[in-house]
Structure formats: C-alpha cells, structure tokens
C-alpha cells in the first residue's frame, strides 16, 4: 500500500513505507549522545568504545544508570551529565554492537544446584 505526501503546492510523492524519520525527536537524541560521546572521547578517547566494548559491559552501564535514576538520582556524579543522557548513549552503542555483530560478551546463569530440591 502506497501512502502519498501532499506538500502545500499540491504535488504528491509516494513514501512507498519508507521509515517515518518525522517522527524522531532528533533534537533531543542528538544533543543526549553528544553530551555523553564528549565526555567519553575526553575521558578515554574518541571513538575509544567502538574498539570492542563488549554487549554486556553496554548493559551493565546503561543498568546503573537506570537504577540510579530509577532510585531519584537525576545525574551522573562523575560526569554531571543526565544518567538519561547515559542510557541513551549505551543503548546506541548496544545497538551499534549488536548490528554489526561485534563483541557479546553475554554468559549463561551458573549452576544453581544448592537450589535445587533434594529428595
């Protein structure tokens, strides 16, 4: 199904279900990651975690953020940044990784047998 754009002069062109990138708040997006990209490339190095930060270590980061944000802190101690801002930047990067196949780093949960029921 074909949806069609008519611009103000009356022309028309078909969006053939292209992605509707209108609806993505760039402004916010773009400011959020820069913010937490500057800090990184001045703490480590530019592009530092694109060298091979593993998924896990992507999860675990954006994971406190979240819970310190979660438990009322608004931001970040060390880097004065939004831990909003944190978690955005880590779900980039989460999704940087697992696009192009980059480093897991993801384990299976440990035996448990001390749960488990004796009989």
Known sequence: MN???TASS???REKNNKQPYDLVPFQEITDA??????????KYAPWNW?????????????????????RGEDCD??????????????AAA?????????EDGRRSE???EYKEKKE
Request: hydrophobic share 45%; glycine share 6%.
């Open 50 to 70: 694109s060298l091979g930060l593993a998924r896990v270590q992507l999860c675990c980061s954006m994971l406190r953020h979240i819970f310190a944000y979660v």
């Open 33 to 42: 990651y820069v913010r937490v990209a500057e800090f990184g490339a001045i």
């Open 110 to 112: 440990p035996s448990r």
């Open 10 to 12: 009356g022309a028309k």
């Open 94 to 102: 989460l999704s940087h990784n697992v696009h192009w196949d980059l």
């Open 77 to 90: 101690p060390e880097s004065g940044l939004l831990h909003t801002d944190h978690i955005l930047w880590n």
């Open 3 to 5: 949806e069609f754009d």
